[in-house]
């Protein structure tokens, strides 16, 4: 678990905040953060509790390279904690972690994603498919990209998993029509947007997200 000082630096985002992505508005006139305004995600809706800055940036570093996979039982209490009201609307029957690569596997020891998916999957009661989408492509890190960019650096990053998908198939008798991905960091919305459409494409009707923190945009 975070310290007792880190935890209590923490503070969740307060005030209005896009409808779609979560992200802080610059005030309470529109709905939508100006990135959202000119993207049409395929995702239905998301949030995180708190803003990428410090001291929740150096955090999350510690949380993803810095062996500290604990993190995650802080950070999914943060989620449920900040996202009480979403969960009831939403009805999540399906929890999808964002997929690293197996070399970065081997490197880190584990994947921060899958680890904060299944501390959600306790908490809400709902599966956890860390095994159904795939990164069968070791993409470069997407920090300093541009939206463009990030596009086409993840271009064919993911894929699904088909024994995978027969077997949730079977076990929840048909793929489940509310999916919610899970990951670290929304930035600009191109990896949920990626696999929110994989999800569809294994009968998905909706697909919310969960991050732990979002970065700071026009809003």
Known sequence: MLCRTCAKELRFIQGPVCMKCGRPLSSDAGEYCRSCQK?????????????????VQNSLMRFKYGDRAEYARFYSAAILSHGQERFRLWKPQLILPVPVH???????????AEELANCLSKSLCIPAA???IRRQK?????????PQQRRKNLSGAFCTDPRALRKWEKRL???????????????????????AQ??????????????????????
Request: one cysteine or more; charged letters at 20%; aromatic letters at 12%.
């Open 173 to 195: 008798n048909g793929f489940p029509e509310r999916v919610l991905l899970c990951d670290d960091i929304y930035t600009t919305g191109t990896t949920m947007d990626l696999l």
């Open 39 to 55: 993207t049409q995600h395929s995702f239905t809706s998301g949030f995180s509790p708190f803003l990428y800055r410090d001291p």
């Open 102 to 112: 197996p070399l970065r596997y081997l490197e880190r020891g584990y994947n921060q």
């Open 130 to 132: 860390s095994d159904l």
């Open 198 to 219: 994989e999800a569809k494409k294994c009968g998905a009707a909706e697909v919310y997200f969960v991050s732990i923190s979002v970065a700071p945009g026009d809003g």
């Open 138 to 146: 070791n993409t470069r890190p997407q920090k300093g990209l541009d």
